[in-house]
């Protein structure tokens, strides 16, 4: 039976006449909303990429400064790669690995193997490493502080959370910051079989449990309609977190000897409460003014609590705020009060409802993955910062303790994700954006992402190859199979990064010898020795690929989070400092941040209650019902939720008729941030000071009456981008005010459900000269010969190279004199051959001669790529140039090398790889460039001497700044080429 699996549920594949059909598992009580748009999204051609593309302006000037705006030109799949791989091998060369971000963010693929991050980070690492990203944007600040108050990494925190049963059986009360839905609990990063949140909710309370559910919108309690909803001011639930624990301790209602026997810290964070840091008791009247609430219900709340089995549980998306860290502590603290940690269905809980698998009462089997390897580079940035660290290199920021520096990222490669989704402030991101030299993208559709990237890489989707859903969280595995043929051109990430492997000299590392087929039969090899030490007896791989579905036996099991711990504080320590839960943390306060002291504390938030007291609202950007972050907005169920053609925010009916605004109505929403327009729905659930625009809607700014505005509803373009502290770093999403007001102008129309514009490609001017130095030591004379018989004649116009040895060997100076420095026989007496070609950029056509694994195309001409000195590190060595042993002209993966460093001891102007093309190379001149830069005499008479010959007239002489336009040597590409160019060519 043909099955297939995606982050939001598990589908038979039916076959329906030409068509395949997918039904969700019969199992799956409440299947997902977001299912019903899958093939319509995946397979909507009218955003699919077909076809390797690059950026115009990139393509033939290396322009930064037009993505978003540029058209593209198709390009064929060898073209692309090797562009590709030029520039890998350029930033490598010049400014190391670290100068390469490989990003692979996001919810790409339930499948196993397919998984983009995988993928990428095991080409990368056979690469030489990268920079990446470390945390999350749904939860960093929790990632970063769990470790210090509880030991304990957040995943580990979250496979450990109480189960649903213990709740249903045993929790009276349960205390909801955020809510919980099966809105947002319809996904699970490797895949869910099942939807069990709102089933689990309804069997809890109708077995007894209070739900008491503290959050601006009523809809994050939409599956307990019982729940007393606490319409809270956003950003401000720290305070009524203090204020509950400093009401239960007033009343002497808290577990002293809970406390004293599985706590540290409760003395500091007693003080602070009462106010011996400010001078300020955090009492429920001291919060009531703060959170918008009646001070007597934050101590009717308090009561309750300590008279009831309790559960305080905390969503994602409250820490997904400034100071976000402190919710989250204050929430353990107030339960470790109550003196009800480890204890079936109380205590504290995080993340219930924010996806599926949070108190799944199942067993976890950590299943195989692909290996990455081992990235060299050590330097990682939060995922959230990385518009920082574009636009301030070398800058200094604190983040989990340490004082770290962003690095110089020159080349952002980017696989499974969209950034132009998930992150805060667009328009700042897309300023950022125009800083690095080269954007790789691999995607199947033409996200906001793939449009302001430089080469496109068109990416298939998981129905369109096979894989296996392995998630250790879910009793179910899952043989996914091909639902549709490959669109277009697309090939899949690990397709992609093999033909790169070949063309760098590392396949055969990359493959292990393996096939995709093999490799998925290697996974299930895996999986079936997890299996049986589990006591689990897995079919056989074939037998597994024709039923298509397995689901584990005895499968259930209920935790109950530190209760280990807390029966025995003593022989179960926690791993932190004190082996305790941590109410205060010194670690943290020996820190000295002025914004995450060593204890909860409340911090106003950066913008808020000020900023609406003069006519904003607090925006909120929950997750949407109709997809999955940003997946799937072109597919049927997302279309089908848009108001005007475009995203819909919620208002309060008395706020929108303050506003003069109807039903249906665009709306324009904005801040000092940015703006967008949206489609308006009027709801009562929800407070009359906020407005609700959920997350997804792709971005999509355009020129609107000479100001730019997002048209389609994207809330990041009002967001703030800044860390939630200086111990997270993490992002700040539900701290942001705007202003609405009716649309009464032309409504654009949104242009991100089609294609981008396509341009033909331009005849090409310029002609390149490429060096790379082999070490291979031989004459003076067989590197002339090397050079000009590299030179082949081909395309409309012929050049003539005959008498072009004779004229750069007169233009150079004698081999011997006082001139010669000390060290000079690594470049004279031990003559490095050089390689070089030259070419247009014809459509269809390539300069004759050169092999597949040096073949590399850049903007207007050809070049050869590949080997430097085997005394350096950093890039792979190819064997002997072609035009000396055909034989040996396939690469080798090692031994790996770095290119050749400036002369040392001579203060001779040598630098690495064709540090300044063909003529610095042809030189032996002692003395360095001058001090605009530019080469000396001897090194120009040789650029001359070249343009001589091929052209029939001298170069212009760009050191006197005398050329502009097509007649130029462009300093900004030195030292890696010399384009030789003349106007008409």
């Known amino acids: ?587 943290i306060g020996d820190l000295d941040l002025p914004d995450c002291p060593g204890h909860p504390a409340w911090f106003p938030p950066i913008e808020g209650a000020a900023e609406v007291a003069v006519g904003g609202l607090h925006l909120i950007s929950p997750q949407p019902r109709s997809r999955l972050h940003a997946q799937l907005d072109t597919g049927s169920v997302s279309m089908g939720s848009k108001v005007a053609g475009r995203e819909p925010c919620t208002l309060h009916p008395d706020t929108a008729a303050q506003h003069g605004i109807a039903a249906g109505d665009v709306v324009l929403i904005e801040n000092v941030r940015g703006a967008c327009l949206a489609g308006a729905v009027l709801k009562s659930g929800i407070r009359r000071d906020c407005i609700a625009l959920a997350t997804g809607a792709w971005f999509d700014p355009q020129d609107v009456g000479g100001r730019v505005i997002d048209v389609h509803g994207n809330p990041n373009v009002l967001t703030i981008d800044k860390g939630a502290s200086a111990l997270s770093q993490g992002n700040i999403a539900h701290t942001a005010v705007v202003r609405v007001s009716r649309w009464d102008g032309p409504v654009p129309d949104v242009a991100t459900r089609g294609q981008p514009t396509f341009a033909p490609r331009a005849e090409n001017k310029e002609y390149w000269f490429r060096v790379t130095v082999i070490d291979t030591p031989t004459v003076r004379d067989d590197l002339l010969t090397g050079v000009c018989g590299q030179i082949e004649d081909h395309g409309p116009k012929r050049k003539r190279t005959a008498g072009l040895q004779d004229d750069i060997q007169a233009a150079l100076p004698a081999r011997t004199g006082p001139g010669r420095g000390p060290n000079e026989e690594s470049f004279i007496d031990k003559v490095h051959t050089v390689r070089s070609t030259w070419g247009t950029c014809a459509p269809g056509r390539e300069p004759p001669g050169l092999t597949p694994w040096s073949r590399g195309k850049s903007t207007g001409g050809y070049w050869l790529t590949g080997p430097v000195p085997a005394r350096s590190t950093g890039m792979p060595c190819a064997r002997s140039p072609p035009w000396r042993d055909h034989a040996n002209s396939r690469p080798s993966s090692t031994p790996r090398h770095r290119p050749l460093r400036a002369r040392e001891n001579a203060g001779a102007g040598w630098t690495a790889t064709a540090a300044w093309g063909v003529a610095q190379c042809l030189c032996h001149d002692a003395a360095p460039p001058d001090s605009s830069g530019w080469p000396k005499q001897n090194t120009w008479l040789a650029m001359t001497a070249i343009g001589q010959k091929l052209w029939g007239s001298a170069l212009p002489d760009v050191r006197q700044g005398k050329a502009s336009g097509p007649d130029r040597m462009a300093k900004s590409t030195l030292p890696q080429t010399i384009i030789l160019s003349r106007r008409g060519l």
């Open 1 to 587: 039976m043909p099955y297939t699996s995606a982050h939001w549920g598990c589908y038979e594949v039916r076959q329906n006449g030409g068509t395949r059909d997918l039904i969700p598992l019969a199992s799956d009580a409440l299947p997902s909303d977001i299912g019903a748009g899958w093939l319509s999204g995946a397979m909507d051609r009218g955003v699919r990429v077909a076809r390797p593309s690059v950026r115009k302006g990139w393509l033939e000037r290396r322009d930064t400064t037009g993505r978003g705006q540029d058209a593209f030109v198709e390009v064929s799949w060898d073209e692309a790669l090797d562009l590709v791989v030029g520039e890998l091998t350029r930033v490598r060369v010049e400014h190391g690995n670290g100068a390469i971000f490989a990003g692979s963010y996001g919810w790409a693929s339930a499948g196993r193997f397919h998984h983009a991050q995988s993928q990428l980070r095991r080409f990368m690492n056979l690469a030489g490493g990268y920079t990446g990203g470390c945390t999350t944007y749904s939860h960093a600040a929790a990632e970063i502080l769990f470790p210090y108050i509880t030991g304990l990494s957040n995943t580990h925190l979250q496979e450990e959370m109480t189960s649903w049963p213990a709740l249903a059986n045993h929790c009276e009360l349960l205390l909801s910051f955020g809510g919980i839905s099966g809105r947002t609990a319809q996904v699970a990063s490797a895949g869910t079989s099942a939807h069990e949140v709102p089933i689990w909710l309804g069997r809890a309370t109708k077995a007894g449990m209070k739900v008491i559910g503290v959050s601006p919108i009523k809809g994050d309690l939409e599956d307990m309609p019982d729940a007393d909803w606490i319409p809270i001011r956003p950003g401000t639930d720290t305070a009524m977190l203090l204020a509950l624990a400093y009401e239960i301790r007033a009343a002497d209602a808290h577990d002293s000897g809970f406390l004293q026997r599985c706590t540290t810290g409760w003395e500091t964070f007693n003080a602070y409460l009462g106010g011996a840091a400010d001078g300020v008791r955090k009492t429920a009247d001291w919060a009531a003014p703060i959170c918008d609430l009646p001070a007597g219900l934050i101590r009717d709340i308090a009561t309750k609590l300590s008279r009831h089995r309790s559960m305080i549980s905390i969503a994602w998306g409250v820490q997904r705020a400034d100071h976000g860290e402190q919710p989250i502590w204050a929430a353990l603290n107030l339960a470790a009060m109550l003196g009800q940690i480890g204890q079936p269905g109380t205590g504290f809980g995080f993340g219930y409802g924010s996806v599926t698998p949070v108190g799944r009462p199942k067993r976890f089997l950590p299943w195989p993955s692909l290996p990455q390897g081992c990235n060299p580079i050590d330097q990682v940035i939060p995922v959230a910062r990385i518009a920082d660290a574009l636009l301030h290199p070398g800058v200094h920021y604190l983040f989990d303790g340490k004082d770290c520096t962003y690095p110089d990222l020159r080349m952002i490669y980017w696989a499974g994700g969209n950034p132009f989704h998930h992150h805060q402030d667009l328009f700042r991101l897309e300023q950022a954006w125009a800083r690095p030299e080269t954007i790789v993208v691999h995607e199947h559709s033409w996200t906001a992402t793939a449009r302001r990237a430089d080469i496109v890489l068109p990416a298939t989707t998981p129905l369109e190859r096979a894989d296996i859903m392995m998630n250790k969280r879910d009793p179910v595995l899952v043989y996914m199979t091909p639902v549709t043929a490959r669109q277009g051109q697309a090939m899949n990430d690990h397709m992609i990064f093999r033909a790169l492997a070949a063309r760098l000299g590392f396949e055969e590392q990359f493959t292990e010898g393996r096939s995709e087929a093999d490799w998925l039969a290697w996974l299930w090899q895996g999986a079936r020795k997890v299996a049986r030490d589990a006591g689990v007896d897995l079919p056989d791989y074939d037998m597994f690929k024709k039923q298509g579905l397995f689901e584990l036996p005895q499968a259930n099991t209920t935790r109950v989070l530190f209760s280990g711990f807390t029966r025995d504080p003593a022989s179960n320590p926690l791993p932190t400092d004190s082996g305790k839960l941590e109410l205060a943390c010194a670690r």
